[in-house]
């Protein structure tokens, strides 16, 4: 078992910046090759994957309109994932999730995760 908790939403100007932070604990986490990703899911839209990594080998992944100003990145000594997010839009406004996938497939599907938190409001204001 896993279990994600994100951090760090908020609102802010187009422009500005935000960490989004996700604690994992659990056995599954310290035992498993994982793919972790960043999802996020905007009013009216369906949800889809932003960024993610591969544990192990640190690969990672981005959404074309997100390259450049968002970095996902990982502190494995806290069990703690990261999604760093500059030159914010508003058409990013959305809230964020965290979730994690079991094995070395990465990138994937968003409905082929394993486990998913319960999500972070991110707005952006114009």
């Known amino acids: 078992q896993m279990q994600l908790?994100?951090?760090?939403g908020g609102s802010v100007q187009a422009g500005g910046s935000?960490?989004?932070s996700c604690a994992a604990s659990g056995d599954t986490y310290s035992r498993?090759?994982?793919?972790?990703?960043?999802l996020r899911q905007a009013p009216g839209k369906e949800r889809e994957g932003?960024?993610?990594?591969?544990?192990v080998r640190g690969n990672t992944y981005y959404v074309?309109?997100?390259k450049?100003?968002?970095t996902i990145?990982?502190?494995?000594?806290?069990n703690t994932l990261y999604l760093q997010m500059n030159s914010l839009e508003p058409e990013d406004t959305a809230m964020y999730y965290c979730a994690a996938g079991v094995g070395s497939w990465c990138p994937r599907p968003i409905d082929k995760y394993?486990?998913?938190?319960q999500g972070t409001q991110v707005t952006v204001s114009s």
């Open 50 to 55: 932003v960024a993610t990594i591969y544990n």
């Open 5 to 8: 908790v994100e951090s760090g």
């Open 32 to 38: 498993s090759h994982l793919c972790m990703g960043w």
């Open 68 to 70: 450049g100003r968002f």
């Open 18 to 20: 935000l960490r989004l």
């Open 73 to 78: 990145s990982q502190d494995n000594t806290n």
């Open 114 to 117: 394993n486990y998913y938190g």
């Open 64 to 66: 074309d309109s997100v």
